[in-house]
């Protein structure tokens, strides 16, 4: 009983985790869950939270950590800007003569991804906006602005529904990954062992439903 209170990234909390909150609602109705917004990483004994949702490698001091998804990016864009700029689907690399949209926070995702595949020459000198979160970057992205860099676990609906696509189907996966982050040595309870066990079931639903379109 009482308020669980969570702290992670604007995005993650926009694009999965208020999605999902009805269900968590649906089975503990006498858990209420406060979202708070922050992109340091969590000090327990300073910040007034129960449990954090945050990216990195999951080593981080006095804490217990549960893997959620590793971090696997590609370029995205929608339907409508690939049909406009590369008419051709089997050369998407036109793209990457357009303009590349850039969340502030994930600058390094289109070098790295450039990096990895081969393609950074094509990007040289290609024009960057920039938005101060990926949730606004991917709403440029579906807005025909340009091309995004997508993180596959926060853009399911997107990708499902084709509001998105993947031109270049060349994802990286990197080691960081979006973590469940809980105090080392604090007693758990129940709201946080209810949350901890909703949260890594939905996550696992998630990733079957995936396996077989990854086939």
Same mark, same amino acid.
Request: with cysteine.
């Given at each position: 009983?009482?308020?669980?209170?969570?702290?992670?990234?604007?995005?993650?909390?926009?694009?999965?985790?208020?999605?999902?909150?009805?269900?968590?609602?649906?089975?503990?109705?006498?858990?209420?869950?406060?979202?708070?917004?922050?992109?340091?990483?969590?000090?327990?004994?300073? %910040?007034?939270?129960? /449990? =954090? @949702?945050?990216?990195?490698?999951?080593?981080? !001091?006095?804490?217990?950590?549960?893997? +959620?998804? #590793?971090?696997?990016?590609?370029?995205?864009?929608?339907?409508?800007?690939?049909?406009?700029?590369?008419?051709?689907?089997?050369?998407?690399?036109?793209?990457?003569?357009?303009?590349?949209?850039?969340?502030?926070?994930?600058?390094?995702?289109?070098?790295?991804?450039?990096?990895?595949?081969?393609?950074?020459?094509?990007?040289?000198?290609?024009?960057?906006?920039?938005?101060?979160?990926?949730?606004?970057?991917?709403?440029?992205?579906? %807005?025909?602005?340009? /091309? =995004? @860099?997508?993180?596959?676990?926060?853009?399911? !609906?997107?990708?499902?529904?084709?509001? +998105?696509? #993947?031109?270049?189907?060349?994802?990286?996966?990197?080691?960081?990954?979006?973590?469940?982050?809980?105090?080392?040595?604090?007693?758990?309870?129940?709201?946080?062992?209810?949350?901890?066990?909703?949260?890594?079931?939905?996550?696992?639903?998630?990733?079957?439903?995936?396996?077989?379109?990854?086939?």
């Amino acid at each position: 009983r009482g308020t669980l209170r969570v702290r992670t990234y604007t995005t993650f909390a926009a694009k999965w985790l208020i999605p999902r909150l009805r269900d968590f609602k649906a089975l503990h109705p006498s858990i209420d869950v406060q979202i708070t917004n922050g992109v340091a990483d969590v000090d327990f004994d300073r %910040d007034p939270v129960d /449990v =954090a @949702i945050q990216y990195g490698t999951g080593k981080w !001091p006095r804490t217990q950590t549960d893997l +959620l998804f #590793r971090d696997e990016i590609e370029p995205v864009c929608s339907p409508r800007y690939l049909a406009e700029h590369a008419p051709d689907k089997s050369r998407p690399e036109s793209l990457l003569k357009q303009r590349l949209l850039v969340s502030h926070y994930r600058r390094s995702d289109w070098d790295d991804w450039l990096s990895a595949t081969g393609l950074a020459d094509l990007a040289a000198g290609t024009e960057r906006m920039n938005f101060s979160s990926s949730v606004l970057t991917w709403q440029a992205a579906l %807005d025909g602005l340009g /091309v =995004a @860099i997508g993180q596959f676990a926060l853009l399911t !609906p997107e990708l499902d529904s084709k509001q +998105l696509v #993947r031109p270049f189907n060349k994802p990286l996966r990197r080691d960081r990954a979006h973590y469940l982050v809980r105090p080392e040595v604090q007693r758990e309870s129940r709201k946080v062992s209810a949350f901890r066990e909703w949260l890594l079931s939905s996550v696992s639903a998630q990733q079957k439903i995936r396996e077989p379109m990854a086939t």
